[in-house]
Structures are given as C-alpha cells and as structure tokens.
C-alpha cells in the first residue's frame, strides 16, 4: 500500500464543519492524516462490487421473502408484515447504506464483509472530511472517489420520480415534507442526520429536524413534529432497535406505512440487508462467487470469523482457528444474540495496521473510505482517506 502524508485538520477546523467525534477516548487523532493512494482501476473495482453485490441482496431479499425465511435472518417477529409492505411498494426508496470489504489493494481479492444497509456510520467522514483534507492540503479535492452528496441529492429526488432518472426539480415540492430524526444526545447520530436533511433539502423537499423523542405518531394520521404533518420520516435508529425496546412503536410505525399516511427511510427491508444471517443465504444462492466469503450458522472448519447477526463496530467479533479456538475476541453487548461464521478473509495490511475498505451505495456506489485498525476493526479504529492517483 502506498500512503500520501499530509497536514492533518486541527480540532477547530473540523468542528467548523460540525464533526466533533475526532478524538479517541485515548486521546489520539480518529482522523488520519495519512491518504491511501489508490488508482483509478482500484476505485472502478470497488465501484463494480458494490454495483454487483447489491443486485444480489436484492435478490438474496426476495428469496427470504418467498420462502418465509424471515427466523434466519433472526428478524424480529413484529417487524416481519413491515418489511413484507416496504417491499412490495417502490415509494419505500433505500437512501443510503455502506458496503465494507477486505481486499482490493495490494492486489488483494475485493471480498465482501457485510452490508450496513440501515444506519451506516462513516458517512460524514468519507462525504465530508476527507474531502476536506486534501483541500486543506491544497490539493485537488476532485481526486477521490467520493460523490456521495451528490448521489444523496439525487437519491431524495427519486422519492418522487422512483426511477433511474431523477430529473431536475426547479421548485420546492408543496405538500412533499421530510422530517429527520436522530436520539438525543449522540452528536455523531445527529450530524449525521442534519448532513442528510441538507442534502434533501438540496433536492427540493420541505424539511424538519427534530430528536426521536420529540415526533408524534398517529396510526390513523401519520407522524407530526409540533402542528406539521409529514409524508416522510428519516430515522437514524436501528430497526431491530426499535422492534425489542419500542414495540409499541414498531406497530404505530406498520400501521401508518399499511395506511399510507408516512414513508419510513431507511425502509425497514433494509434490516434483511442488515442481518449478517443474509450472508450465508448469499452463498447458497452464488456459491464460490469470487466477491463472496463462505458463511454458515455453523462452523466452517476453517479460520474463520464469528459475528452477531446485529452486532456493530466490531462488538462480540471473534477470529478463530479451523478447531473453533478464539484467536482473538472483542467483547460487547451483542453476546446473547444469534451468530453467523464467515470464511476468514486477511484485510490489507501497511505500518502495522489493518485496512478495511468502506464502499457507500446511494441508487450506486458513490464513495470510498478506509477505517484502519487492528486484526478486528473496531470502534478504536482510525478514519484514513484516500487520493486517486
């Protein structure tokens, strides 16, 4: 791997842009100052996975779908008729989601970890920060592979058309409200959340933030922050999340989607994506596929990766020997909850770190960046960006 140093951002600079998660409990930078280099080919490569790998989820999705496979996937009994009517109904648009993958540097196999398809963190980093370190470099900005804002404004805008194309809007949509939502407290979840509403509002609809806590939700007439009634709502909350702690809402919410009255982003079939039980559908449906690792609720008898079906940022991962030994083990809050085993894939490796690359999907992959770290890449990990060369 190849690396560009540079000047790094100083605090100030990147609370200016609203990020102020840039210090480790530690201490150190989250924030590298180094750039991968990465080529133009390298980039395609992880565009094209992406491109490929969600045709398959898609399809992995429908499979679940037909067969009732819903327990697999350990999907939460009451968010089963949710998924089933976003489904079927194309104004249920997936804004946004994160592929992360081992490989494609070094000559290294692009293989596909998971897919954080409903509340992918890293988006302010890859969309915003980096971009902004080569600019404060004064280099080119334009040499990344970083379009995401633009597909975010593009991917708001097909709410409204639901296709490919999302045509220009000129005016300001009347009626067409989106009301986002993040839990009080967490500034990384409620940046995230306003980094969104700014590019919906970009894409012509009438927008509103408020905490979770603060929106009104009527089966009968939908969800309403303060007197406004609003047609979508965005919620940076984990739909598994809200299906074990706010049942009570996880009906409110599949009433009012069976009554038209509100459409929920990301739609909750995002969570059949999020599963890590989807891993192992995917290779029974394309065994050997060369971006796919082999993955089973079983173990494979080989080094392998054991990961909670709904774990995130490393929690409860453990890397273990062909025997089932624990090589190494992150602990967590995600012990109790069902496992899938992956194929162990080595990730890139450079000044005694490990890289895992970062792919995010907006209607198509539209930006790349890395987080660095040790044998499980974890919430202790780094933020490095990138440069094409």
């Not at 898609?58 to 350990?74: K, S």
């Not at 929690?315 to 995600?334: C, F, L, P, Q, R």
């Amino acid at each position: 791997m190849d690396f560009l140093a540079l000047k790094p951002l100083e605090n100030a600079y990147l609370e200016s842009l609203g990020f102020s998660w840039h210090t480790n409990s530690d201490l150190s930078a989250y924030i590298s100052s180094d750039a991968v280099v990465v080529t133009n080919a390298q980039a395609q490569a992880y565009y094209e996975a992406a491109n490929e790998l969600y045709d398959m989820f898609v399809a992995a999705a429908q499979y679940v779908i037909d067969n009732n496979l819903f327990h697999e996937l350990g999907i939460p009994f009451n968010l089963v008729d949710t998924i089933k009517l976003s489904w079927e109904n194309d104004v249920h648009w997936h804004l946004y989601g994160r592929f992360d993958f081992a490989g494609g540097l070094d000559g290294a196999p692009i293989k596909l970890l998971e897919f954080n398809a409903d509340t992918p963190t890293a988006l302010l980093e890859t969309a915003v920060v980096q971009w902004a370190l080569l600019k404060y470099n004064g280099l080119d900005e334009s040499r990344q592979f970083n379009d995401i804002y633009d597909a975010l404004v593009a991917n708001f805008k097909r709410l409204v058309t639901l296709h490919g194309d999302p045509g220009e809007f000129e005016r300001r949509y009347e009626g067409w409200r989106v009301l986002f939502s993040s839990i009080a407290g967490n500034d990384e979840d409620e940046m995230t959340t306003k980094f969104l509403q700014v590019a919906c509002d970009e894409a012509g609809f009438e927008t509103a933030f408020c905490f979770a806590d603060e929106a009104q939700f009527d089966d009968r007439e939908g969800i309403f922050y303060g007197e406004q009634n609003y047609e979508f709502w965005f919620k940076l909350i984990p739909w598994e999340m809200i299906a074990t702690d706010e049942s009570e809402l996880a009906m409110m919410l599949q009433n009012i989607i069976a009554n038209q009255k509100a459409i929920i982003l990301n739609p909750a079939y995002t969570l059949l994506f999020q599963s890590k039980g989807i891993l192992k559908i995917l290779w029974e449906l394309y065994p050997n596929h060369p971006l796919l690792l082999r993955a089973d609720t079983e173990p494979l008898g080989i080094k392998q990766v054991r990961k909670p079906f709904f774990g995130r940022e490393g929690a409860n991962v453990a890397i273990m020997d062909a025997g089932g030994k624990i090589i190494t083990e992150n602990d967590g809050e995600y012990a109790n909850g069902r496992v899938i085993y992956q194929e162990f894939a080595e990730l890139n490796a450079a000044k005694g770190q490990r890289f895992q690359a970062g792919v995010f999907f907006a209607y198509e992959a539209c930006g790349l960046g890395f987080r660095a770290g040790g044998d499980i890449i974890d919430n202790y990990a780094k933020f490095i960006g990138h440069i094409l060369k």
